[in-house]
């Protein structure tokens, strides 16, 4: 297996892997969505009753929404994890009660008329956990009315529920073989203009495959260039894999982690059916030893 990597920045990554299967880099896609683990906020409290203010000014603890949409938002909102640090609430220390290495704590204090944002979602403690993506709109207050939220966000997976997931549009498609018969063509030019992936350049040369991993299979150069002059056909030991993150981790935090999940998860399919092959085996031979007997 063979891995190129075309782009990569904390927000997306896009390689190309060969050597390689259907069913493997589909385990790949499936490990980024549900395995790897990331912060949300699971339980959110919010005060009833009369807020006042340092003025005295007095506001209902009311919106225009029901608490279970709002609280829906906030648990949608991504928030930075430190995976390095940070262990899921099961396994930590505190056994599940809660402490800084498996929960943190968000408020959200606001009086109207505003508009409530993500950036209002405000740590106590570290303020590295702060959302990075500010302007996520969760609910607009009128007059006289006011927010007051705790909020208790935690380490999950994607397998339990979909906010846990830290990435957005994981997909692959087939690389494309594109050859050309320079011979057979009758409108270079032409070639070049349909292609709406601008995949072709028309050089001294002739028609040249520039962008190879841009092509989407449209086929409309081999309608137009002529009978056999053109051919596309896909590389089924060949993938173009390219997925963003919801700004939660980094995309190569997101890759690495996938990838020794998907190596832990082989590792103990392999111990099964070794176990159970040796299981296996034991009972013929004791079978045989009876019927002997």
Known sequence: MKLEILEEN???????????????????????????????????????GQIVDENGKEYESVTPLFNEVIAHRLGLIPLPTDLSTMNPRAECKCNGEGCSLCTVMYKIDKRGPCMVYSGDLIPLGDMKFAPKLDLIPIVKLGEGQAILIYATAELGTGDVHSKWCPVCGAGYKYYPIITVDHKKIKDPKRCV????????????????????????????????????????????????????????????????????????KFEELHNVLISSLEEGEEKGSNSKTEKKK
């Open 10 to 48: 904390e927000g997306a990554m896009k390689f190309i892997v060969s050597g390689t299967s259907v069913a493997m880099i589909n385990s790949l896609r499936r490990a980024m969505m549900t395995y790897v683990p990331k912060l949300a906020i699971e339980d959110v409290d919010f005060h009833l």
């Open 193 to 264: 203009d349909v292609c709406p992936r601008h995949v072709f350049d028309l050089e001294k040369e002739g028609l040249k495959v520039s962008r190879p991993q841009d092509c989407n299979f449209c086929r409309l150069c081999e309608e137009t260039s002529g009978k056999d002059a053109i051919t596309v056909k896909a590389d089924d030991t060949k993938f173009l894999f390219q997925f963003e993150s919801d700004g939660s981790l980094s995309t190569g935090d997101i890759f690495l982690y996938a990838l020794r999940k998907l190596q832990e």
